[in-house]
């Protein structure tokens, strides 16, 4: 049995009877030239809502930086459904658009999704209903973990995972999937940490999640069931560098204490280690940790080499590459190799790391210009790599 189907169902008008004027959760859609597919997705929520969801709830469109019939096909829809509102952002963004929405939201639980509806709604209870009850502070679906069934083709899968593995690396996550777009928070969570937040555009949920664990809030996990749109408008490289970009200023300001976290709750059950900055001694672990390091650096310089390789060269793809994922595991081997916190060697360890990025980048350059030295033509694998 689903779980929604082990809950009553509750008709709009029952709703609006038991707490009049109270709006329990509220969902945000934020959208940017959709007015083709927007009429569907709104009717497919609309009717999970009056149908499944036990809780008093409302749908906001967010439309923000538009060029096409969007706003208008937004203010139709909240003309023809009681649950449906419009709000228009002046400036393009995902998270500029929540960010918004959300600060002037007088709901208990603020959630949004993707107008795609790649994830399947029937999640939607699950994922709300822990930060309904007070057992969670955030939700996310996820599409990495075990019982979700995901349906996207290999380079997607590839990019997600590794993204989620670099993550850990460098900032020492500990949820599964930050870039599904099907999340929930307490409204009082995302009060306190959506100051801290800067990103506008899709790195955004990864910055909320990351602060959210650094408060010691409980992040609940959904797995999903999704498919891929095909018809997915995100640019995929300039969305890569802009995550990198975005973790490394995340990353700086949590090291150097400009981003200060507040401690908002504890996600440690009574008499476990306090908090994910408790250095860690032990050799073993460390080793592994180490390797898992090195395997998330070496995954990630080939994901961004790829990408990179797209729209320049070889040689320039590969510097780049070298230097960002030196940068990155000498900051995650300080971080959640060796426990360590702060500025203090920082310097000097990225010192060292820059020297042995240096070697590496003299052997895989030199093995570059050899390969094109011997034949301008490689041989197609080779090519699709060089």
């Not at 500990?174 to 999340?183: E, I, P």
Request: glycine content about 8%.
């Amino acid at each position: 049995m689903h779980p929604a189907d082990s809950v009553p169902r509750v008709r709009p008008d029952d709703r609006a009877a038991a707490e009049p004027g109270r709006t329990t959760v509220e969902i945000v859609i934020p959208v940017h030239n959709e007015a083709r597919g927007l009429g569907l997705a709104i009717r497919r929520v609309h009717a999970y809502l009056t149908d499944q969801l036990p809780f008093p709830a409302r749908i906001t469109i967010a439309e923000n930086g538009s060029t096409d019939a969007t706003w208008m096909r937004a203010r139709e829809l909240e003309d023809e459904f009681p649950l449906v509102r419009a709000v228009q952002i002046g400036q393009p963004g995902r998270g500029g658009a929540l960010r918004s929405a959300w600060s002037a939201s007088d709901a208990d639980v603020l959630a949004y999704m993707d107008v795609d509806l790649s994830t399947d709604l029937n999640a939607l209870l699950p994922l709300i209903a822990p930060l309904v009850s007070g057992h969670s502070d955030v939700a996310i679906g996820t599409r990495l973990a075990w019982g979700a069934r995901v349906v996207r083709g290999p380079r997607r899968e590839i990019i997600s995972r590794c993204y989620n593995l670099l993550l850990y690396a460098t900032l020492g996550t500990r949820f599964s999937d930050a870039q599904c777009g099907f999340k929930a928070i307490r409204a009082e969570a995302a009060r306190a940490l959506m100051p801290l937040t800067a990103d506008r555009g899709w790195f955004f949920d990864t910055e909320l999640l990351v602060l959210a664990q650094r408060a010691g809030l409980r992040i609940h996990e959904v797995p999903v069931d999704w498919i891929d749109d095909c018809d997915s408008r995100v640019k995929v490289i300039a969305t890569a560098l802009a995550d990198l970009r975005g973790i490394a200023r995340l990353g700086t300001g949590l090291a150097r204490g400009t981003i200060r976290v507040p401690a908002l709750g504890n996600a440690a059950p009574p008499g476990w280690p306090a908090g994910p900055d408790m250095p860690r001694h032990r050799l073993p672990s460390q080793l592994a940790r180490f390797i898992s390091v090195g395997v998330t650096s070496t995954v990630a310089y080939v994901l961004l080499y790829l990408l990179l390789r797209s729209v320049m060269a070889a040689l320039p793809a590969n510097a780049i590459s070298l230097l960002v994922t030196a940068i990155g595991n000498t900051a995650a081997n300080r971080r959640v190799t060796f426990g360590i916190r702060g500025r203090h060697g920082a310097v000097q360890h990225q010192g060292r790391g820059l020297v042995a990025f240096g070697s590496s980048l003299a052997h895989t350059s030199g093995a570059l210009a050899a390969l094109h030295a011997v034949t301008a033509e490689p041989a197609q694998g080779l090519r699709s790599q060089c």
